[in-house]
């Protein structure tokens, strides 16, 4: 016969119990938390970036007298129980549990990245890492050219020109429907199809809101150096650089290439600057460290540094840069 063992939640851990104190925290990455940082954290180990403790489902966090409950728990007599396994969130006295790994939740202005599902009639639907597909309205793209005009008959029997099945694209969240469903847009220069890289895809949680999502590591980083996309959604693009000119409509920008099917021929250079670029950026996400631009531009200059190209971090290397860049000992169990 087997029996059960009811078995209390254990204490709350700390992510300061596996990352040491040296592992530094760039300012991009401080500015994303927006939470007081007295009282509570003394009390329950810390809400900050640098001591944020995880939960497991029905642990006990705090009394619900003192702090109003957010996403993530519930209240079971006088005291806000976690619903999921996450870290602790903690905006003035609302307590809120984010989940170590879900779905992407968007909100109005987010950038994400995405794939083409389907055409449909004067829409698109689009795989944008949510719970449901995003809808991208023909209303809401640029023609090609740039031209700005209402759009006709002839343009909706042209969408598959634009955008077809399996075109990845970079957008912005415009609304959000009554289902939930993501509206998204693609009405600035900065915005449209996206060529000459691939795709990464990391948990969402790692992608902070910043002020741009767009970034570039200049040469010699490539011959024209690398672009990167971080996508609010989990979805991270890497391609070849551009000016920013060229990015945003100024001079050199080809109006009529915005929804080309075809890659501009790139370097063996290039491509193994995509490539190592991709590696630090998977590297950084395996470990759950929070990616940002001032991140990503070390990592790079590091590898630089130490003569690192395509196809060379290996274990000792990655232990290394994580060491040195993050500030993170990994040790290897035997």
């Known amino acids: 016969m087997f029996s059960v063992t009811s078995i209390p939640p254990s204490s709350t851990l700390s992510f300061a119990d596996d990352i040491p104190s040296s592992h530094r925290k760039h300012p991009a990455e401080l500015d994303a938390m927006d939470v007081d940082e007295v009282g509570f954290e003394d009390e329950y180990g810390g809400a900050g970036p640098s001591k944020r403790t995880i939960v497991t489902p029905g642990e006990i966090i705090t009394s619900s007298k003192e702090y109003m409950r957010g996403h993530g728990t519930y209240v079971e007599d006088v005291n806000v129980v976690s619903s999921v396994t996450g870290t602790i969130d903690r905006v003035n006295k609302l307590i809120s549990v984010k989940p170590l790994r879900s779905r992407y939740n968007p909100e109005v202005g987010d950038l994400v990245i995405g794939r083409i599902n389907e055409v449909g009639p004067q829409r698109w639907r689009v795989d944008a890492n949510g719970r449901q597909d995003a809808v991208l309205m023909l209303s809401s793209v640029n023609l090609p050219g740039g031209v700005q005009r209402r759009k006709i008959e002839s343009d909706a029997l042209k969408m598959r ?16 429907l009554g289902d939930g469903v993501m509206s998204l847009h693609t009405r600035s220069l900065k915005y449209g199809k996206l060529r000459n890289g691939f795709l990464i895809t990391v948990p969402p949680q790692l992608i902070r809101r910043l002020k741009s999502h767009f970034h570039h590591i ?5 011959p024209t150096g690398v672009d990167i996309i971080l996508g609010l959604n989990g979805f991270v693009w890497v391609s070849s650089g551009t000016s920013q000119e060229r990015r945003e409509g100024g001079e050199g920008f080809d109006a009529e290439g915005v929804y080309s099917d075809r890659n501009d021929d790139i370097t063996p250079e290039g491509r193994q600057a995509i490539s190592l670029i991709a590696n630090l950026i998977k590297l950084l996400a395996r470990e759950g460290v929070p990616l940002t631009e001032t991140l990503i531009g070390e990592a790079y200059t590091w590898a630089a540094k130490n003569g690192l190209g395509i196809g060379t971090l290996n274990e000792e290397v990655e232990e290394r840069l994580l060491s040195e860049v993050v500030g993170l000992d990994i040790t290897k169990s035997s």
């Open 161 to 176: 020109e634009f955008l077809a099945e399996g075109d990845l694209l970079v957008a912005e969240v415009q609304s959000l």
């Open 218 to 222: 200049p040469p010699p980083c490539g």
